[in-house]
């Protein structure tokens, strides 16, 4: 498609707000091929996209006064990440700090009132062009682009992240569970950023032999120790133009911790014996299981290395907390492992998937693999059970010796599930039902990974099949 027929195509506009002003936005488009539709809220606007993915550019009226509309209108505006969207407001909104931020994060640009036709004009067309450019499928959403499995809105936002993250230079400290991911986020980071074209290096801090973690991580010249026979350059310099990634660095000694500070705050190094200082062009990305902030209390990590590794941090969700991944991961590693030996398993039974998604996982998708893989071998039938997973209903009775933060979120997530059920799946009814705020509830509905289209759709199988 060539540039003038993109400037030609009718481009649909949604404009969400004040009706006098939507008029005169729609005035100041003249005669340009718009097909214009208002929105007088922010609810009613989340209904026409919800229902209609066609449109690429939105105009929103914003109000200073109205802070309840800046938290519904951040959650809109992260639930539609293709649109392009432009700010209409009084000049006086730009002393509110909320509103520059929100504007500086979340649009292409703004208008101030009154409206400037022209620049207008000039402004929606440039806006449109930019949403034209876009793929249809942003890569940040493409789980396959980044190696990793799961659909849930959970993992949605993380993938988003990745891609956030993966554009800009700065230290990254991925925290988290044992088994949820981490140096596959780390990947997935250097294959999405500018560096991808460079080398990838990782190293587990806490797997490093005590004598040699200095000459591993920043090598050595010939003769620097007994045994160094030629010069060897460290992970450090070899991942020069590219990614490091240091795992478990919470592991790290303390008097390598000093080291490692020196090369975070000028990116040189000296090899073991060497005399030259050698600079080195490597972005870090850090992941650790521990929890860094009570190791520094106990005085097993440096406070100010902490700072210099956490300018950006990641949490993957640990997989209780998305079991509704867990059937299509199941899948995944069923198929990728499934030609390691002629079976017979054509793959899961109904009980086998019920009770993974009840299980808690405490080795998280690591045990999730061994199980599956373990269980194809196993089996001796056409499905594979829940006693070849190891996972007898028993064990899963084990989920409810939990913590009160977890019996809490749990209590939490059943009311959202059932109240969303009573109310047809429509946020705004369930909302007042549950006496808060429309964008509470949609916090809440992606802090437990509840799909609204998936839980309809199965309460409407479930009516008709009783």
């Known amino acids: 498609m060539d540039a003038q027929t993109m400037t030609t195509l009718p481009r649909k506009l949604l404009i969400i707000g004040c009706d006098s002003l939507g008029y005169d936005i729609s005035v100041a488009l003249g005669n340009f091929p718009w097909n214009i539709r208002h929105a007088r809220t922010q609810q009613e606007a989340s209904n026409i996209l919800e229902n209609d993915d066609s449109y690429l550019t939105a105009i929103c009226i914003l109000k200073s006064d109205r802070p309840q509309q800046l938290d519904d209108l951040q959650g809109l505006i992260e ?14 909104c730009l002393q509110a700090e909320r509103i520059r931020l929100l504007i500086h994060q979340y649009f292409f640009s703004f208008l101030t009132l009154p409206l400037d036709p022209i620049k207008a004009r000039h402004l ?153 200082e050698i600079k080195v062009d490597v972005r870090v990305l850090a992941a650790t299981h521990v929890n860094l902030e009570k190791a520094i209390e106990r005085g097993t990590f440096r406070e100010d290395l902490y700072h210099r590794v956490n ?60 199980r599956v893989r373990r269980a194809m071998v196993m089996c001796d039938q056409r499905l594979i059970r829940p006693e070849d997973l190891g996972l007898e209903r028993r064990q899963s009775a084990s989920r409810s010796q939990v913590t009160l933060e977890q019996a809490r979120d749990l209590a939490e997530q059943n009311a959202i599930r059932a109240s969303l059920a009573r109310n047809k799946y429509q946020v705004q009814h369930a909302a007042c039902e549950l006496d808060v705020s429309r964008a509470t509830l949609y916090r809440l509905i992606e802090k437990h990974g509840i799909d609204r289209l998936l839980e309809r759709d199965a309460q409407i199988a479930r009516g008709t099949t009783s």
């Open 79 to 92: 639930r539609q990440p293709k649109i392009v969207w432009i700010a209409v407001l009084d000049p006086s």
């Open 311 to 370: 300018v950006l941090q990641l949490t993957p969700p640990p997989l209780r907390e998305r079991s509704e991944d867990i059937e299509e991961i199941a899948n995944f590693v069923f198929n990728k492992f499934r030609t390691e030996k002629a079976t017979k398993v054509k793959g899961f039974s109904h009980e086998s998937l019920l009770l993974m998604r009840q299980y808690s996982w405490p080795g998280n998708i690591r045990e999730l693999i061994n």
């Open 124 to 276: 929606l067309e440039a806006a449109s062009e930019m949403a034209l450019l876009a793929p249809s499928s942003p890569s940040y959403l493409m789980k396959e682009d980044l190696g990793m499995v799961g659909s849930s809105p959970v993992m949605q936002n993380l993938y988003r992240s990745i891609y956030r993250i993966a554009q800009v230079d700065a230290p990254l400290l991925i925290t988290g569970e044992s088994g949820t991911g981490k140096e596959l986020i780390a990947w997935a980071i250097h294959e999405q950023s500018p560096r991808r074209n460079g080398p990838f290096n990782a190293i587990n801090c806490g797997a490093l032999p005590t004598g040699l973690i200095q000459s591993e991580l920043f090598g050595h010249e010939k003769g620097a120790f007994t045994g160094a026979s030629q010069r060897k350059f460290g992970i450090i310099e070899s991942a020069n133009s590219g990614t490091l990634f240091l795992d478990e660095i919470g592991d790290l000694p303390l008097e390598m911790q000093v080291n490692l500070l020196r090369f975070l705050e000028n990116h040189h190094i000296f090899r073991l014996g060497g005399l030259k």
